[in-house]
């Protein structure tokens, strides 16, 4: 908002120009730009919307830099004469619609008035504060307005319908939908009954808090005027102003809010004016709509809350010296506390200041006056307790993170599915249905992760040739023994092509997840879904595992079945597992065995062996296991073949085996004995044949 500097010198003593902004900054508003202007200095001062009922005005920043800068405050004086027999019911009276709308409404009339050019310190002070002159009566409006915060309006009584003889009727009134008013620049307006209107017995004067109208325009004519100073309900103000598309000082005004204590004494200050510049006579009295008045609000408080939430003590001749200073009244004083250690001050808060109304408001006050900056900066002290370690949250990130760093995208989906729910395996007394879903497409809770997941897959595969992600959530199942809501882990790979290898793929990035999590007591076995478990239609048999750890089922490992794939118009392969995070984290363990590296080489050897389609990989490798002893230190599989050149019924795994001692280097022959020692043990089975 923009202040004359000249201007507020009529109200109090001022400090220099640049010592005045340091004041208002360090206890006020922030100052955002001050200009030398004619022999003037004009301040731009950012006011926050909670002071506008106070220092929307030249008078309210007076006031306010007297009580910073300890300064005596002079409010303007006047004497207004009035005919004692111009009584003003003679000539117009109010009617107010809505007691709701219009707070109040205070009218004067002056008669016979000269409408001209206003003086030149008039136009002066409008024109450093971005308003253009217009004539004396609407420049003394607008004078008003800056100097006091309170907005006004003229009407010329003429032009305002009525009857020929009596009192004329203003009446605030919502506008008719239909009804259209010319603005005083010419504009046309549409209104509504949203729209709050000043209007005469024949249409709107004016847009009630914003915007006069052209009908009852002062002009060069105009003989005798009617003066309007109301206090218009802020709701209704803003709503008008955002659907008219329509900004203006008055309305910026009205809608932060001002005190209703306000009007008359403005609109005396603009009569008063009027009369010394423009003549005329005013009329006796004030018609005045005012049914129910705004009482000082009373706010107590104690000095040592005020101490507390401060941090610093102020004497209490201090307190009573700033609340002065800003014109608060202490109206009670009294010991409280224990041995009467503290004071309790009473205090009547003074009209135009409607942001106090509790003792965090007052206590604020007294801060800025007093001056933050002599709070001095101490530091806490305070026990300083680590929080307790939540153990599900741990290992879900931990879980979460070895998943990214293998490669995967965490998904985050809803916790409903639709009907699809039932291609899976699962009816109606399994899954539980939603009372109110959001649609057709949520009105399940989720059996398993595994059917958005899929339903992830689908979507991915329109931009992606291949989709690794995962999901760490909650599923929901109906039993016997009622309801089961429990974490799960689901991480799949997908592809366009199909292709075998994302089995091992994943069971690859499984084995390294357990090994991260510190479980070692995994195994893989036959799948034999229970009751409980997946269900049976979602794997494909033949390419699938239980997870298990010592009797413990932990999960499921596998392809999912081409017909799921086909009922989700999936085209491809996907791979996954689905592991029960609460029964993960019984085996979790952040403590890792150390297995120091060995110094001595490791020397490897391949194998191949020729063993019916039936047989597991398993079977095999814990053979050569078994076999081998000790000093087997790995034994990958790095080849599976079955086709051409191989007997039908049967298959060829080849495998590499690492011997390796941590007391010495084994020599050929240590090896050649354990090797043949392994090729017996596995030609112990007629089945099984060591190709050679």
């Known amino acids: 908002m923009l202040f004359s500097y000249n201007w507020l010198k009529d109200y109090t003593k001022l400090p220099k120009p640049a010592k005045l902004v340091e004041l208002l900054v360090m206890h006020s508003f922030e100052v955002e730009e001050v200009l030398k202007i004619s022999g003037d200095y004009l301040f731009e001062v950012d006011v926050l919307s909670n002071r506008a ?39 117009i009276n109010i009617n107010v619609s809505d007691k709701n709308d219009c707070l109040r409404y205070s009218g004067r009339v002056l008669l016979n008035v000269k409408v001209g050019p206003s003086p030149k310190w008039v136009q002066k002070r409008l024109k450093i504060c971005g308003l253009r002159p217009i004539n004396n009566i609407v420049d003394i409006v607008n004078y008003v307005m800056l100097e006091t915060g309170q907005p006004l309006h003229a009407f010329d009584f003429d032009k305002i319908s009525g009857p020929k003889s009596g009192p004329k009727k203003i009446i605030v009134r919502r506008a008719e939908k239909g009804e259209k008013i010319i603005s005083l620049d010419d504009e046309k307006y549409g209104l509504n009954e949203n729209i709050l209107v000043i209007s005469d017995l024949e249409g709107p004067l004016a847009i009630a808090g914003i915007k006069g109208g052209k009908k009852a325009e002062i002009d060069k004519k105009t003989k005798n005027i009617v003066l309007e100073a109301a206090n218009f309900n802020y709701q209704v103000v803003r709503r008008a102003s955002r659907i008219l598309k329509l900004k203006t000082d008055a309305s910026w005004r009205f809608e932060n809010r001002i005190s209703p204590n306000l009007t008359e004494s403005s609109i005396n200050r603009a009569a008063y004016l009027i009369k010394s510049i423009a003549k005329g006579d005013v009329s006796w009295g004030i018609i005045d709509s005012y049914p129910k008045k705004a009482l000082p609000v009373k706010v107590k408080f104690a000095t040592d809350y005020l101490e507390r939430l401060l941090g610093i003590e102020v004497p209490v001749r201090d307190i009573k010296d700033i609340l002065s200073r800003l014109e608060f009244e202490v109206i009670d004083e009294r010991a409280i506390g224990d041995n009467n250690s503290s004071i309790q001050l009473t205090v009547k808060v003074p009209d135009f200041r409607l942001d106090i109304s509790i003792p965090e408001d007052l206590i604020e006050e007294i801060g800025r006056i007093y001056g933050y900056y002599k709070i001095q900066p101490v530091f806490p002290v305070s026990s300083l307790i680590p929080a307790k370690k939540n153990i599900d949250v741990f290992w879900e990130q931990m879980i979460k993170d070895i998943l990214k760093e293998s490669g995967f995208s965490e998904v985050y989906n809803y916790s409903f599915t639709g009907e699809e729910a039932k291609k899976f395996g699962y009816n109606k007394e399994e899954i539980i249905r939603i009372l109110n879903p959001i649609s057709d497409e949520h009105n399940y809770l989720r059996p398993s992760l595994i059917v958005n997941l899929l339903k992830n897959v689908s979507l991915n595969f329109r931009y992606f040739n291949e989709v690794k992600i995962f999901e760490l959530g909650k599923i929901f199942k109906k039993t016997n023994s009622g309801l089961i809501e429990k974490k799960m882990i689901c991480s799949l790979i997908a592809s366009k092509e ?31 879904p229970t009751p409980d478990d997946s269900k049976i239609s979602v794997w494909d048999i033949k390419r699938c595992a239980e997870v298990k750890s010592g009797s413990e089922e ?115 022959q240590e090896i050649d004995q354990i090797l043949n020692r392994i090729i017996k043990s596995l030609q112990e089975n007629p089945q099984w044949e060591v190709r050679k």
């Open 53 to 91: 009922p106070d220092c929307f005005s030249h008078i309210g920043l007076a006031r306010e830099i007297a009580a910073v800068s300890s300064k005596r405050f002079k409010a303007p004086k006047f004497n207004l004469k009035e005919k004692n027999k111009l009584k003003i019911e003679d000539f």
């Open 554 to 668: 932990l999960g499921f490992l596998g392809a999912v079945s081409s017909s799921i794939l086909d009922s989700m118009k999936i085209k491809g392969s996907v791979f996954l597992f689905d592991i029960d995070f609460e029964k993960l984290l019984n085996l979790c363990s952040e403590e890792h065995e150390f297995r120091p590296i060995s110094q001595y080489p490791a020397a490897v050897r391949d194998l191949s062996v020729l063993i019916p389609l039936k047989v597991k990989v398993e079977e095999v490798l814990n053979n050569i296991e078994t076999a081998g002893g000790a000093l087997i230190r790995d034994v990958d599989i790095f080849d599976i073949y079955e086709g051409e050149g191989i007997k039908e019924g049967k298959k060829s795994l080849a495998f590499h085996i690492v011997f390796q001692a941590e007391d010495r280097t084994l020599k050929s």
């Open 498 to 528: 199909d292709n075998n290898d994302l089995f091992y793929q994943i069971k690859g990035v499984l084995d390294q997840f357990l090994n991260k999590l510190g479980i070692s007591d995994i195994y893989y076995d036959e799948h034999q």
